[in-house]
């Protein structure tokens, strides 16, 4: 790098020649070197080898320098808001420990589908013992993140076998944080509990991989209230809350400046913002995700009133949550503070656009007569199990696929992490996890604890405990998976291909294949109530797995499906699973895929060069395929 520049020898005053001067890279000032080698083009390859030419520049390139931070900094920016500006940092060591962990995240993320790939999608899969690898790694939890990030954000049509699985792990890493701060939050004395943080954090682990922060839910709330202020100027210029700032804790005492306040809070979230209950689709979980409640201006009792609540906690009147049954309510006490007379109390419906209603009122909503008991006020925790509850409910009330499965799940695990000792929703997620044939370690774990809390159950803790343990005997000696050769007599009638786009010609669905079996292997019971019977060749014919883009699975018959003629994408959250790489006209099987159909991607390659790449279409990638192909066996096409 020392580079020289020789000059021709000059005349001095004296009439003497001087000495030619020679001028280095190393001569030049330190700020001066440090401002070349953040040049752009220069990557940190560059920056070690510099760095050994000599004393000078390994000294300019030393680990707390300007040099190895922008190096940092331009390969990792997103970590860039874990550190203060202008911190004084190893970034040297910081490189190397994160580029380490880049390695060993991607060499843990590539290994999965070996160990846990299955033919047959496991709804609700745990990869319990990868994440006990990441978790082991014992580096920093961010940096783990920022690579998994960079996994997922490369070629969305490529790598999808590495994106499934690194979408996997990031989602349970940033479920365990979620669950620390949950505790953290749960120990804090009740008057310091917010309503707003526990439904924040309760919308964060069902969406882990959603951008929820609660500075981000506060910013819309302050907007909010904002909105608010600015009705009440109108009305009362010399309102109190109109000098609250934000984060005071100041209470209008007076109840007519309180009323005020709550006519301006329903003109503005009513009237204004078209906030309202979701009648129509009462159950969607969207309804319980705060963020999802400011998107779409629309929720269910429960989450409109923590809105609701907060909102006049900020204008300075205090509410208080009421787990009035199937309909949960917020109360306003009339009267001076410690009163318990529920007719002291004007009760208010947040589903119902803010009507205030009295305690007899209140009965008309459910049809029935209820005790004092459910007029009284409830702690945040309270708030929080009954909002987990009713998230709890939905997941049961689903159709068995991977949404439903995953809201069970995470709503089991926020509800135990709440109330750990509730021996009913225990066994639940014991028979669950048991049920998906998922991580039967835990599941031995979760009925330990239920014999521990109730010895009752130790009928329903003894068969469980029995078949999990022959589970994980099972896992210890694996079954060889099934190979299947198209090249095989028995399977001469298979005309389909895994990866081939294909639309299914009654229901219109397109889909994917990802497996095949030369005749129906379901239960008779299956085939009668899908009245396989009427079709033209019955069960005697080939069936094929297919992915949906509606996100299901199915069994088609091989009469009812037909090669799409204009090859897309299909969304299904278990591509990856299956594929590696979406090549324009099919899917390409991972590695794992082509083990159980040696003989499929050559046929897949044939068929599309067929169907898109003839002279009139110029669909498909037509260099896909090597000239060795040429022998490959063709498919019938229908």
């Known amino acids: 790098m020392a580079t020289s520049v020789a000059g021709e020898g000059q005349l001095s005053l004296n009439g003497i020649v001087s000495e030619p001067q020679t001028k280095k890279l190393t001569d030049l000032p330190t700020e001066l070197l440090e401002y070349i080698l953040c040049f752009p083009v220069l990557k940190h390859v560059d920056i070690c080898n510099v760095s050994c030419c000599c004393k000078r520049l390994h000294d300019v390139c030393h680990g707390r320098g300007k040099v190895w931070g922008h190096q940092y900094k331009l390969r990792?920016?997103?970590?860039?808001?874990?550190y203060r500006q202008n911190e004084s940092c190893d970034w040297l060591r910081e490189y190397k420990t994160r580029h380490r962990v880049g390695i060993q995240i991607r060499r843990t993320v590539e290994s999965i589908s070996k160990r846990f790939f299955t033919e047959v999608p496991c709804v609700g899969q745990v990869l319990g013992d990868s994440f006990a690898e990441i978790e082991s790694l014992g580096m920093p939890e961010h940096f783990c993140e920022d690579e998994l990030l960079f996994i997922l954000n490369t070629d969305k049509r490529k790598s999808l076998t590495l994106k499934y699985y690194a979408k996997k792990i990031l989602y349970f890493l940033r479920q365990q944080n979620i669950l620390r701060?949950?505790?953290?939050?749960?120990?804090?004395?009740?008057e310091q509990q917010s309503a707003l943080e526990g439904a924040v954090l309760v919308d964060q682990y069902c969406n882990p991989l959603a951008d929820v922060t609660l500075d981000s839910i506060s910013a819309q709330l302050d907007e909010i209230t904002e909105k608010v202020k600015k009705m009440l100027r109108l009305k009362n210029p010399s309102h109190p809350s109109l000098r609250i700032a934000q984060g005071d804790c100041?209470?209008?005492?007076?109840?007519?400046?309180?009323?005020?306040?709550?006519?301006a809070l329903n003109s503005v979230l009513y009237e204004q913002l078209q906030y309202k209950g979701n009648e129509f689709d009462y159950y969607n979980p969207l309804n319980s995700y705060i963020h999802q409640v400011l998107l779409r201006h629309t929720g269910i009792p429960i989450s409109l009133s923590v809105l609701y609540m907060t909102l006049a906690q900020r204008l300075g009147v205090?509410?208080?949550?009421?787990?009035?049954?199937?309909?949960?309510?917020?109360?306003?006490?009339?009267?001076?503070?410690?009163?318990?007379?529920?007719?002291?109390?004007?009760?208010?419906d947040a589903f119902g656009r803010g009507k205030q209603l009295t305690a007899k009122e209140c009965e008309y909503l459910i049809g029935h007569q209820v005790t004092a008991d459910y007029y009284s006020a409830i702690s945040t925790t309270e708030v929080l199990l009954r909002m987990v509850g009713n998230l709890l409910n939905?997941?049961?009330?689903?159709?068995?696929?991977?949404?439903?499965?995953?809201?069970?799940?995470?709503?089991?695990?926020?509800?135990?992490?709440?109330?750990p000792?509730?021996?009913?929703?225990?066994?639940?997620?014991?028979r669950l996890?048991?049920?998906?044939?998922?991580?039967?370690?835990?599941?031995?774990?979760?009925?330990?604890?239920?014999?521990?809390?109730?010895?009752?159950?130790?009928?329903?803790?003894?068969?469980?405990?029995?078949?999990?343990?022959?589970?994980?005997?099972?896992?210890?000696?694996p079954v060889a998976p099934e190979?299947?050769?198209?090249?095989?007599?028995?399977?001469?009638?298979?005309?389909?291909?895994?990866?081939?786009i294909m639309k299914h010609k009654r229901s219109g669905y397109n889909c994917v294949i990802y497996g095949w079996d030369p005749k129906c292997t379901m239960s008779q019971e299956w085939i009668t109530t899908m009245r396989v019977h009427q079709l033209s060749k019955g069960a005697n014919q080939p069936f094929y797995n297919v992915l949906v883009q509606d996100g299901t699975c199915r069994y088609a018959a091989q009469e009812n499906l037909e090669p799409h003629s204009a090859p897309l994408e299909i969304g299904h959250p278990e591509v990856g699973r299956y594929f590696s790489e979406f090549s324009d006209t099919h899917y390409i099987a991972n590695e794992e895929l082509q083990t159980r159909y040696p003989e499929d991607m050559d046929v897949t390659l044939d068929t599309v060069r067929e169907l898109y790449s003839g002279p009139p279409s110029g669909h498909g990638n037509q260099d896909q395929a090597p000239a060795a192909d040429q022998n490959h066996h063709q498919t019938t096409q229908m």
């Open 76 to 82: 990792w920016p997103r970590l860039q808001r874990f």
């Open 483 to 500: 190979v299947k050769k198209r090249s095989a007599p028995e399977h001469k009638e298979v005309q389909y291909s895994v990866g081939l």
């Open 250 to 263: 100041f209470v209008v005492e007076d109840f007519e400046l309180q009323r005020q306040v709550l006519c």
């Open 394 to 419: 939905i997941g049961k009330r689903g159709e068995g696929n991977e949404k439903s499965y995953q809201l069970l799940r995470d709503s089991l695990d926020l509800y135990l992490t709440i109330n």
């Open 421 to 430: 000792d509730n021996v009913q929703y225990l066994l639940l997620q014991a």
């Open 181 to 190: 701060s949950l505790k953290t939050f749960l120990e804090q004395p009740a």
């Open 433 to 477: 996890y048991f049920h998906l044939g998922i991580w039967p370690e835990k599941v031995l774990d979760i009925l330990q604890h239920i014999q521990a809390l109730d010895p009752s159950q130790h009928g329903a803790v003894g068969y469980l405990v029995q078949h999990t343990l022959e589970h994980i005997q099972h896992k210890k000696h």
């Open 318 to 348: 205090q509410l208080e949550p009421v787990n009035f049954p199937n309909h949960f309510l917020l109360r306003w006490c009339q009267k001076p503070r410690g009163s318990e007379d529920i007719y002291d109390f004007v009760y208010i």
